[in-house]
């Protein structure tokens, strides 16, 4: 049984921790530890009914606990006392300002953070360049009582990948980085890396749980398979394999009364563009002369159901919990900008709640869907990738038959959604499943670290 005990810290030179009785009762214990540290100290039983563990100011020292009286887990196996978890979140793009240390991210950081007391984990934030391998310490920045500020701490029991985009998840140094602490140092790290689209496809598209819920999707290989899928499905999206934000993405039409063809697409200049053609030859030369279509997808288009005339999808957020179950964290509906081929909001697109643009009944049914098939997807993204995948975003339309589509995930989901007023509470559960699951994951790796070298 997992339990929480608030630390506290007594003005004391000695290795003596002060513990409940039940935890001394069937078994011998003889190290403490956080993170990376463990010490042998002498543990002494507390009268009964005193819930709480007493450390003195010198252990605190040795196992540079930091010093915020919250309730933390214990984890208690081959005669060590392990409190916390403590969570390292990794990214970069740092800042030399101390007010927004992560740049424009900051704010979500601060929000992450703020939810240690409810979750009972000691989150900080951390890059590359605040690793001590020497010490086998990190410098990492943590947000107390609204404030920043930077605290040595042991290695972390456990990892939380927040690199912002693909450029720093390619840079050497940041890989050499993840490398050490997953295989030198077994830190079990979640959330690796970001999906590429066809990947996530073929991978998908073997599991037959899930894969009715897939467009036909191909990589990019000729014109005429184009003809071949617009012949079929009247029009097709043409998508980066490696995108995000719905950039360079393209929709292209095809009108069989007048045998013309159209292009929807946002140029470099944010403007959104709908363009005639009449030959599939003519648009390519014009829309896709400076684009490598070697690494562009080909994928079925569907006929969206629409809010006023604009098509809408689907933004839904899954985690993993304390206990490893998957749960729908967030869902909202995303109505296109008129004109654009994507319903960012970048582009003009709308947030709203499901229940705005259904009625009840139809509101029912289509969150319970839409629900169903995040965490059907969830669980078998989780199971045929490779790494810990604690949370997924994705973006799934409804056809005009009520048929649930996967259009994408996100193993980086962005917050857009979250500015509707509406989805403040969801932007606080999701964050705090991402550091719940820290607690699952920190127990398994101490209980059952062969079962999570596996994963």
Not at 47 to 57: A, L
Not at 151 to 180: A, C, G, M, Q, T
Not at 250 to 267: F, P, S
């Amino acid at each position: 049984m997992r339990k929480r005990y608030t630390i506290e810290v007594a003005a004391s030179s000695k290795l003596v921790v002060y513990c409940p009785q039940e935890l001394l009762l069937d078994m011998e214990i003889k190290k403490i530890a956080f993170g990376s540290r463990a010490i042998e100290v002498d543990f002494v039983p507390l009268p009964k009914n005193k819930n709480i563990i007493v450390i003195s100011k010198e252990i605190q020292k040795l196992l540079l606990f930091p010093d915020f009286a919250i309730k933390m887990h214990v984890f208690v196996d081959h005669q060590v006392l392990t409190i916390g978890p403590l969570v390292g979140i990794f990214t970069a793009g740092f800042t030399p300002f101390p007010i927004r240390p992560i740049g424009e991210r900051t704010n979500f950081f601060s929000k992450l953070l703020s939810v240690k007391t409810n979750v009972g984990a000691i989150p900080f934030v951390f890059g590359e360049q605040h690793i001590n391998w020497e010490q086998g310490t990190i410098n990492g920045y943590f947000y107390h009582d609204n404030n920043w500020q930077t605290v040595e701490v042991p290695f972390p029991h456990v990892i939380y990948d927040r690199l912002p985009n693909r450029k720093s998840e390619r840079n050497p140094k940041l890989v050499k980085v993840k490398e050490i602490l997953q295989k030198d140092y077994l830190i079990p790290w979640y959330n690796p890396g970001f999906f590429s689209k066809l990947d996530i496809y073929e991978r998908l598209h073997q599991d037959h749980s899930v894969s009715f819920l897939l467009p036909e999707t191909h990589p990019f290989t000729s014109f005429s398979l184009i003809e071949n899928m617009l012949s079929q499905y009247g029009h097709i999206y043409i998508k980066p394999i490696n995108g995000s934000l719905g950039l360079g993405v393209h929709q292209i039409l095809y009108d069989r009364t007048q045998d013309e063809y159209y292009c929807r697409y946002q140029d470099r200049k944010g403007v959104n563009r709908l363009q005639k053609f009449t030959s599939l030859e003519g648009l390519f030369q014009t829309v896709f002369s400076n684009r490598n279509l070697d690494k562009m997808i080909v994928q079925q288009g569907i006929h969206l159901m629409r809010h006023e005339q604009r098509p809408i999808d689907f933004r839904i957020h899954t985690n993993k919990d304390n206990n490893g179950e998957w749960h729908v964290t967030a869902l909202a509906a995303k109505i296109a900008g008129r004109g654009s081929v994507t319903t960012h909001t970048r582009s003009g697109g709308e947030i709203k709640t499901v229940a705005e643009i259904f009625q009840q009944e139809e509101c029912h049914l289509y969150t319970e869907k839409l629900e169903n098939a995040a965490l059907l997807l969830s669980k078998s993204i989780a199971n045929n990738m490779e790494g810990i995948i604690a949370e997924i975003g994705f973006d799934l339309g409804i056809d005009k038959h009520g048929d649930i589509w996967l259009f994408e995930a996100n193993s980086k989901p962005g917050r857009s959604i979250f500015s509707h007023p509406e989805l403040k509470e969801f932007d606080q559960l999701s964050c705090k499943l991402s550091m719940a699951f820290a607690v699952f994951l920190t127990e398994q790796s101490i209980l059952h670290p062969e079962e999570v070298i596996k994963w």
